[in-house]
T-cell receptor, first 108, second 114 residues
Framework: KNEVEQSPQNLTAQEGEFITINCSYSVGISALHWLQQHPGGGIVSLFM???GKKKHGRLIATINIQEKHSSLHITASHPRDSAVYIC??????????FGKGTHLIIQP | DAGVIQSPRHEVTEMGQEVTLRCKPI?????LFWYRQTMMRGLELLIYFNNNVPIDDSGMPEDRFSAKMPNASFSTLKIQPSEPRDSAVYFC????????????FGAGTRLSVL
């Protein structure tokens, strides 16, 4: 079973700061997901990665398959980015294994 | 499309009662996932269907939990009998293909077992 570790667990930053959230996993995978969960509880899929880098607006996700590591970056952070960010790995017939999440608070 | 629809949004029940959670996936999606989220354990996969067939149910906690997908547009997760430790938020998600593809989540059902 894959072990998924996220860091940091909690992060508080000022508006405008560059944010990095890290995810490492123990077993090779076919796909890695970054999810966002807002205070209201809803979960939104941000990225699905199998290699390289993806960008969507101010969000950038990278993955290094050899090092079994992924990062989620937020540029020019804003209070509306405050949420829990969850890394998940897996694919195929195994379903997803989730990290515990990173609680991000962006203060104005 | 309305997205993944779960019902009820909130359920409060007493220990020992049967609980049924419902999910309608996005039309055209052929995979459906049931997840449970608790403070202690975070998000966990309970069961995963592909083309209405259970593919991975290794996350189902015990025999009190059962899930069905009688057709492509409906799934249920049943707990009988319910226990206080089953209190959690239960999410349903769907997608096209395998669990590796982007998944679309429902709003969740918050279950409280007293």
């Amino acid at each position: 079973k894959n072990e998924v570790e996220q860091s940091p667990q909690n992060l508080t930053a000022q508006e405008g700061e560059f944010i990095t959230i890290n995810c490492s996993y123990s077993v090779g995978i076919s796909a890695l997901h970054w999810l966002q969960q807002h205070p209201g509880g809803g979960i939104v899929s941000l990225f699905m990665l199998s290699s390289g880098k993806k960008k969507h607006g101010r969000l950038i996700a990278t993955i290094n398959i050899q090092e079994k590591h992924s990062s989620l970056h937020i540029t020019a952070s804003h209070p509306r980015d405050s949420a829990v960010y969850i890394c998940a790995v897996g694919g195929g017939a195994d379903g997803l294994t989730f990290g515990k999440g990173t609680h991000l608070i962006i203060q104005p | 499309d309305a997205g993944v629809i779960q019902s009820p949004r909130h359920e409060v029940t007493e220990m020992g009662q049967e609980v049924t959670l419902r999910c309608k996936p996005i039309s055209g999606h052929n995979s459906l996932f049931w997840y449970r989220q608790t403070m202690m354990r975070g998000l966990e996969l309970l069961i995963y269907f592909n083309n209405n067939v259970p593919i991975d149910d290794s996350g189902m906690p015990e025999d009190r939990f059962s899930a069905k997908m009688p057709n492509a547009s409906f799934s249920t997760l049943k707990i009988q009998p319910s226990e206080p430790r089953d209190s959690a938020v239960y999410f349903c998600a769907s997608n096209v293909g395998t669990s590796g593809n982007i998944q679309y989540f429902g709003a969740g059902t918050r279950l409280s077992v007293l």
